[in-house]
T-cell receptor, first 112, second 115 residues
């Protein structure tokens, strides 16, 4: 059973388009992180959200944590080829110690 | 960068042989983790360590063991490799900045193929 489900699994868009990636669970998380992974490399942390309803912006990327702390979304405005990669959400379960639970991943390809 | 290296980066082995993967960090992070990454599954935790000689199981620990004799090194051993253990293995280290934060830094990965 996958605690964190991401959708869509794959996304191929043209440069300049907007997109949203979703990360959903029936469990409550004390915090949630988003990572980006490029081919042949390990994931790199983009952001951590902690408070229900929190919104964080990182240039063209907007991250939101659901009010109930069970879900999150990543919105990219005016996507660029450099945004191509695997996006992973990861949550810290309440009472789960220092172990992250990772989502299934969204593979994004942005074409010229 | 957290200064995490993994060795080897690539390995091909045969079913039934033992395999040891090494993770080395230079950041003095307390927590260390081993994950495997397979298509459609994201990253799954195998084992983790919360200090020297302190380890615990993750969600997919069967067939794997770990050891941590020094802060900087975390070893993952496949006791008798099987084809189902063909995967990309990532080591990560974690900071301990409070229960709500656990930023993890990942190594470059080891691609293991079991024939």
């Amino acid at each position: 059973t996958q605690l964190l489900e991401q959708s869509p699994q794959f996304l191929s868009i043209q440069e300049g388009e907007n997109l949203t990636v979703y990360c959903n669970s029936s469990s409550v998380f004390s915090s949630l992180q988003w990572y980006r992974q490029e081919p042949g490399e390990g994931p790199v942390l983009l952001v951590t959200v902690v408070t229900g309803g929190e919104v964080k912006k990182l240039k063209r990327l907007t991250f939101q944590f659901g009010d109930a702390r069970k879900d999150s979304s990543l919105h990219i405005t005016a996507a660029q080829p450099g945004d191509t990669g695997l996006y992973l959400c990861a949550g810290l379960l309440t009472g789960g110690g220092n172990k992250l639970t990772f989502g299934t991943g969204t593979q994004l390809k942005v074409e010229l | 960068d957290a200064g995490i290296t993994q060795s080897p980066r690539h390995k091909v082995t045969e079913t039934g042989t033992p395999v040891t993967l090494r993770c080395h960090q230079t950041e003095n992070h307390r927590y260390m983790y081993w994950y495997r990454q397979d298509p459609g599954h994201g990253l799954r935790l195998i084992h983790y360590s919360y200090g020297v000689k302190d380890t615990d199981k993750g969600e997919v620990s069967d067939g794997y063991s770990v050891s941590r004799s020094k802060t900087e090194d975390f070893l993952l051993t496949l006791e008798s490799a099987t084809s189902s253990q063909t995967s990309v293995y990532f080591c990560a280290t974690g900071t301990s900045g409070g229960i709500s934060y656990n930023e993890q830094f990942f190594g470059p990965g080891t691609r293991l193929t079991v024939l």
